[in-house]
């Protein structure tokens, strides 16, 4: 496939620019810097920056202090797009400038929807197929009867296959059926941020006020987090208790199932078994390429259907690489005009196809937990269970054949030392050779990481 002759120059209209900008922000979740990047406009492209309009100085520093970063960082993944932002004072009309101690103006009507929720995120944006069908059901469940059905649900699978997605989703619509409904949404690591903050400021009565009295709907993302954490596990146990007991829906999300969480503590693994646990899959081509027509249509974007189908076809791993795709595509169209067609694709998409991007132990590690249903953790530890010892073998086998890596430094990433990687790479190959259950298993794996069977480090 040849690549597309890039143009000589391309004329970039900031106002398309700055559209991107949002969108790829919203895409990231942080809905939380929307309602102060929304206000402003973009006026010009010049000098290697994207120029936006601000309305007096005192907003410019503020926007200078908490959002270059998030703008520029934005920027870097447009291609074509400036690298910096900079910021010109546009004065507002007479009577509508802010306060002097408010950066926000009296006429802008802040946002209703429950802090950090995106509005995005909803049961009819959601793909619902084979892979996700009883996750997407209960899910769905509790949001129409919060904490009276499954509760706590528990939803776990690989990274980026729609679990934020769903937990968002719940959020929405139990807002959507009673606005008075106090939902809190957050990850575990942020959780444990919060407890550490209110610990070391004496405010753990504000802490438990938050997560225990003035809520209805607890939603955690990402609960593996709390492995080891001992004193975040104590609170929140008491906290999922409290909720509990006044049957107030409690949504967890994880990347393994309770049992396989570092470091958990046995009451909490319970306590996340009480409701019911259930597993996102990986989506196959034809759930993929319903998500990128879903997708492309709610971004009035015209996709190809051949277009569609190279992109299904490479882009496997998970519904975000899915999306990225798809920004990264509509943002080029959008800046240069070009057509969308398969060679565009081709060349827009070529550092992260599979194909092109570097493989690393512990990519594979990860790749390999998630196949097994181990714990990463327990692959790079000495546990002898004959599971646990076959995925480490097999982890060992496609770190040395894909990876330029020596055996000394496999024998590193694993605890082990480097005649053990050499036995397990020797034994594994014999079965692939000998074993039709194994040379399907490394046949999956390896498309899975985007690896040529053929491939050789």
């Not at 997605?165 to 929405?172: E, I, M, P, Q």
Request: proline share 5%; charged share 25%.
């Amino acid at each position: 496939m040849t690549a597309l002759a890039q143009p000589a120059a391309v004329t970039i209209n900031h106002d398309n620019l700055w559209g991107n900008v949002l969108d790829s922000i919203r895409q990231d979740g942080k809905t939380y810097a929307l309602s102060w990047l929304e206000r402003l406009r973009a006026l010009t492209v010049h000098d290697g920056a994207l120029v936006l309009a601000v309305q007096d100085r005192f907003f410019r520093d503020w926007i200078d202090d908490h959002y270059r970063k998030l703008l520029e960082d934005t920027l870097a993944r447009l291609p074509g797009a400036p690298p910096k932002v900079s910021f010109e004072v546009v004065e507002p009309p007479p009577g509508t400038a802010p306060g002097p101690t408010a950066p926000i103006a009296p006429s802008v009507k802040l946002p209703q929807r429950p802090d950090r929720l995106n509005s995005r995120f909803t049961f009819g944006t959601y793909v619902v197929a084979e892979s996700n069908q009883l996750p997407a059901a209960a899910a769905a469940a509790v949001g129409e009867n919060p904490g009276r059905c499954y509760n706590p649900l528990f939803i776990y699978g690989g990274t980026g296959l729609g679990k934020t997605h769903l937990l968002h989703a719940v959020g929405n619509k139990i807002h959507e059926s009673n606005p008075e409904a106090r939902i809190v949404y957050l990850s575990s690591e942020e959780f444990t941020n919060q407890f550490i903050e209110s610990v070391r400021d004496h405010r753990m009565s504000d802490f438990r006020r938050k997560f225990r009295d003035e809520c209805d709907v607890l939603l955690i993302d990402d609960v593996q987090f709390l492995g080891k954490k001992v004193e975040t596990q104590n609170e929140f146990f008491y906290t999922f208790n409290t909720l509990h007991e006044m049957s107030k829906a409690i949504v967890l999300t994880s990347d393994t199932v309770p049992a396989e969480i570092s470091g958990l503590e046995d009451r909490l693994r319970s306590r996340f078994a009480m409701g019911l646990i259930t597993d996102i899959q990986e989506p196959d081509f034809e759930t993929r390429v319903a998500i990128l027509k879903k997708k492309a249509a709610a971004e009035d974007v015209d996709l190809p259907d051949k277009v569609c189908h190279f992109v299904a076809r490479y882009v496997q791993k998970n519904v975000r690489e899915l999306e990225g795709a798809l920004i990264k595509l509509s943002a080029v169209h959008s800046l240069t005009g070009q057509a969308i067609t398969e060679e565009f694709a081709a060349q827009v998409l070529k550092d992260i196809l599979p194909s092109n991007r570097p493989i690393d132990i512990e990519t594979i590690q990860r790749e390999v937990a998630r196949y097994y249903k181990v714990a990463v953790e327990d692959i790079r530890q000495d546990r002898r269970t004959k599971a646990l010892a076959h995925a480490r073998q097999v982890a060992m086998y496609l770190s040395r054949r894909h990876t330029k890596s020596s055996f000394p430094e496999i024998a590193t990433k694993f605890g082990k030392d480097h005649s053990t990687v050499i036995s397990a790479v020797r034994k594994v190959e014999h079965q692939r050779q000998t074993d039709d259950s194994v040379r399907r298993e490394l046949a999956d794996l390896e498309n899975k990481l985007g690896l040529s069977s053929l491939s050789a480090g």
